[in-house]
Nanobody, 125 residues
Framework: QLQLVESGGGLVQPGGSLRLSCAASGFTLDDYAIGWFRQAPGKEREGVSCISRLRSTNYADSVKGRFTISRDNAKNTVYLQMNSLKPEDTAVYYC???????????????????WGQGTQVTVSS
């Protein structure tokens, strides 16, 4: 069964850091670009960051310079390092996978094929 599982969310004070993980099971992430998305209460889901098979990356303007996406194919896991967190970063964070040819860059607007269940991130003092 193909599955993505997010972890690492929690409660953090403004200015703090968290590292989210997205672990795949039932398939190998090598063939996929991976995206991170978030949805805050009462708001639409938005793209946060993505990483291609060759590790090119894209970020939403709201997180550039603060968030870093990376992948460890040996561990079949993608990470999202979040620094300098702000209250407006509070949301449920989801990872998703889309199968792409190896040379294609990732785009957050792709129709991603597989989604995790999400992990809650709350930034509050």
């Amino acid at each position: 069964q193909l599955q993505l599982v997010e972890s690492g969310g929690g409660l953090v004070q403004p200015g703090g850091s968290l590292r989210l993980s997205c672990a795949a099971s039932g398939f190998t992430l090598d063939d996929y670009a991976i995206g991170w998305f978030r949805q805050a209460p009462g708001k639409e889901r938005e793209g946060v960051s993505c990483i291609s098979r060759l590790r090119s990356t894209n970020y939403a303007d709201s997180v550039k310079g603060r968030f870093t996406i990376s992948r460890d194919n040996a561990k079949n896991t993608v990470y999202l390092q979040m620094n300098s967190l702000k209250p407006e970063d509070t949301a449920v964070y989801y990872c998703a996978a889309v199968k792409l040819s190896v040379f294609r860059v990732c785009v957050l607007s792709y129709p991603y094929d597989y989604w995790g269940q999400g992990t809650q991130v709350t930034v509050s003092s």
